[in-house]
């Protein structure tokens, strides 16, 4: 069960490694692109690309979805990244429980956007939690945990796609292992919640401290984007690093090292409305930055 790219890997490891799936349950196909046509998720492509049996529900709350779910008579679900509320009724049905991959190292990070806020608290690490699912958000006990760092230039995408592949290689090792693994409750300390991000909190602030910039650009890389205006365009910027400097916040200090409200940032990767990402250099080239950001 589920929907984005960051699902696809672990449905791919699971099919590698000979499971038997009996369904694969994602989210409705939904209006995209230009033409705005219905388009399938990631993982229900990848799905019928391997031939297996997908359903798309827009809800499991109502019994006769819940019914067809039970019918399968599988024997665990694992859940990564679904999108839709699990009733109880969906959480007892198959005879082992459900298995989430969560992308964080729980407590910590609960909820919707686990790796933007990681990377925008400037945590130094993060991970991957295999958990038994329960009614709570995110509150089930865990069966096997895996621990990355963070690096200083990683962004949300970057850990994205290293913690998809992380999740799929335990996801498999925790089915290997499901009859000697024991499940460890939570501590009740050091939880935090991952609040669904916040478009509002998309603009860059200068006046903020450069770690706190640099944090919130890495962050929401590649969506939905830190974004600053220059000759009223907006332009979103991707990457970022610290720098050396100082100056009134948004003041350009030298090609793109920016001032902030202590310390500087160097926007290495950025992007114009309308137009591809690009380097610094190649930035720059296309665009003369006023001597102040706004």
Known sequence: ???????????????????EIVAVYTQPPRPAGRGKKDRPSPVQARAEALGLAVQHPKS??????????????????VVVAYGLILPQAVLTAPARGCLNIHASLLPRWRGAAPIHRAVMAGDAETGVCIMEMEAGLDTGPVLLREATPIGAEETTGDLHDR?????????????TGIDRLS???QPETGVTYAAKIDKAEARIDWAR????????IRGLSPFPGAWFEAGGERIKVLRSRLA??????????EGLRIACGSGAVELTELQRAGKRP?????????????????
Do not use: Y
């Not at 109502?62 to 019914?67: D, I, M, N, R, T």
């Open 209 to 216: 401290p450069a770690v706190e910039v640099d944090r919130l």
């Open 1 to 19: 069960m589920g929907t984005p790219e960051f699902s696809v890997p672990a449905l791919e490891a699971l099919h590698g490694a000979g499971h």
């Open 244 to 253: 050396e400097g100082a100056g009134a916040p948004g003041t350009v200090i």
């Open 183 to 185: 499940a460890t409750p």
């Open 60 to 77: 499991l709350k109502g019994a006769e979805a819940q019914a067809e779910f039970a019918a399968l008579q599988a024997e665990i679900a």
């Open 163 to 175: 913690l998809a592949a992380m999740g799929a290689r335990a996801i498999v090792e925790a089915l």
């Open 278 to 294: 690009m380097g610094a250099e190649e930035f720059l080239r296309g665009l003369s930055l006023p001597t102040g950001l706004e």
